[in-house]
């Protein structure tokens, strides 16, 4: 590297925060650190924000910075919560029924031989026909072709038929997997179609804030196998980056030492280790053996679809600092309430919130509809949920579908609309609230946190304390169930994983489970939401220095090798 160009920054955007670091690459020194609340409806602003805090804290000058490494949980994020894109598929000459994550399939003759033939001509009417009964029910097309990994040409010309019609996002099977199996290819291709917009939102506002800062050297995002791509190929490579924050997480886990928190950190690098990562939406979890990540190699599994994206052997569940609280029907009878995958904004974080007193109930008034600071009028307009919004002030769901007239699926499907376009937000007790109520995070607003935690638990009896430690065992037991049911199966199988995760409802016999490795603790809450789930696991856990950011480290980290490999070919980078 140049002597002018010895700093690498290393970002993470995640559901809830953005973190940003400066690493000075020859010593690895860490210059400065910054974590800023993830700005949705922009999310430049929330970057250049996270940036210039760290290049204001270092005095680093931003023509410094050799390179620039990205990581991101929010293609994750959108598919554990639901509000990627609605996606449609044309699969070319295969006439079986496909499960995969699209809301329509229409099946179009055609397809290639294994030598590449034409197996049948394109059948381009019935494409047409297709595009003219899904309009404006998708937005974006996924194309899976026979073959196609051996010879695209129908897969490229129903691409260039869909840009040609209506412009819309389209992704090819071909342009992410070259290897058979109709299923798990064409489900590649949705989860890529599904996440573009996602992708697209987040890769403009990144080069929006690095154009802005003056900042330009290269720019790479994390793959979810722990490898570098330039950021414009992540625009073509989306679902490569479901799995970018675990990879983030896996490699700042593989580089910190054996040492539990508080103790001699002169130890040896960790060499087997379970790593978890607490967000504000999901709970990553990440397995270290002989010191590096753990690489699926056939293709990761996301929820119940199977893949071709390659990524770090990881298991995600949908438990966070800003999971959802919700509680049941007749939760002034049983008391109970499931927590995520949905992600609210935390009632100590919302601004101009309505007192909850006048608002927050159960099932569709546990949770507040606030409209985006930054929506114009005419979109106002041209959406009655937001108008309501706008002449009447923040309202539940169960106000809306009241005043509005409307059926309750009707209300969801506009909710998830304007969710996915940025329009809205929507706030209710969280995880994060429960820690405010007991005292252990000072982050917003604790008032409306202990109010609503009185108002909840005032049906189960409780007062506000004993609810929101309510809310806490309830996400550590989730987290400690993924746990073993993650490291059971690895292990053994299915059935046993299903068995231990349900140990403590046996009448009959019990059940003794311990990990034989530690785990490491990475994320602002994981230090308050982690040490539970390690006792209830028999294992120790450590929070290493500056585990608040580890992800943003973990990236920086990945681009070391990158400057390191140009320096021995005599290379510098722009």
Known sequence: MSDTQQYI???????????????????????????RPTTHYDLGVGITEALQAVLQDSGIAPDAIALTSVSTTLATNALVEGKGANVGLFVVGFNQRLEVPAVAARYIPGGHTIQGDEAEPLGLEFVLDGLKELHGEVDAWAVCGSMAFVNPAHELVIARAIQLTGGMPVF????????????????????????????????????????????????????????????????????????????????????QSAAPSGADTNTEPLTDALILDVGGTTTDITLVRGGKPVID??????????????????????????????????????????????????LCMAKALPDPATWLGTERSARCILPSPHLTADIIAAEPVLRHLAEHGPATPAVLMSALGLAEITVDQHLKRL????????????????????????????????????ILGAYRGEDARTFARAVLDEAERIIEETVLRHVTRREVGGSLAAFLARRDTQSLITVDVALNVPMVGIG?????????????????????????????LGAALMALPILQSRDHAGDTPA
């Open 9 to 35: 920054i290393g970002v993470d955007a995640g559901g809830t925060y953005t973190d940003a670091v400066i690493m000075h690459a020859p010593t690895t020194r860490v210059m400065a650190t910054a974590k």
């Open 172 to 255: 090819c099977s071909h342009e992410a997997s070259m290897r058979a199996g109709m299923r798990e290819r064409a489900t590649t291709a949705c989860l890529n179609a599904q996440l573009l917009p996602v992708m697209q939102h987040f890769l403009s506002g990144m080069q929006q804030a690095l154009t802005s800062l003056g900042i330009t050297g290269q720019v790479f995002v994390v793959r979810g196998d722990a490898r570098a791509m330039p950021m414009d190929e992540a625009l073509r490579q989306a679902a490569s980056t479901i799995a970018s924050g675990p990879a983030a997480t896996a490699l700042f886990g593989s580089h």
């Open 297 to 346: 190699e056939e293709g990761m599994t996301i929820g119940t679809w199977e893949t071709h994206v390659k990524a770090v052997e990881m298991f995600t569940v949908g438990v966070g600092g800003d999971s959802f609280v919700l509680p049941g029907a007749a939760f002034a009878v049983d008391g109970m309430f499931t927590l995520g995958p949905a992600r609210v904004l935390p």
């Open 419 to 454: 969710s996915r376009k940025q329009q809205i937000s929507e706030t209710g007790f969280t995880p994060t609230d429960a820690l405010h109520v007991l005292d252990l995070l000072h982050l917003g607003n604790a008032a409306h946190a202990v109010q609503a935690a009185t």
């Open 524 to 552: 602002a809450a994981a230090h308050l939401m982690l040490p539970g789930v390690a006792k209830r696991l028999q294992t120790g856990i450590s929070f290493p220095e500056r585990h608040e950011v580890g992800n943003a």
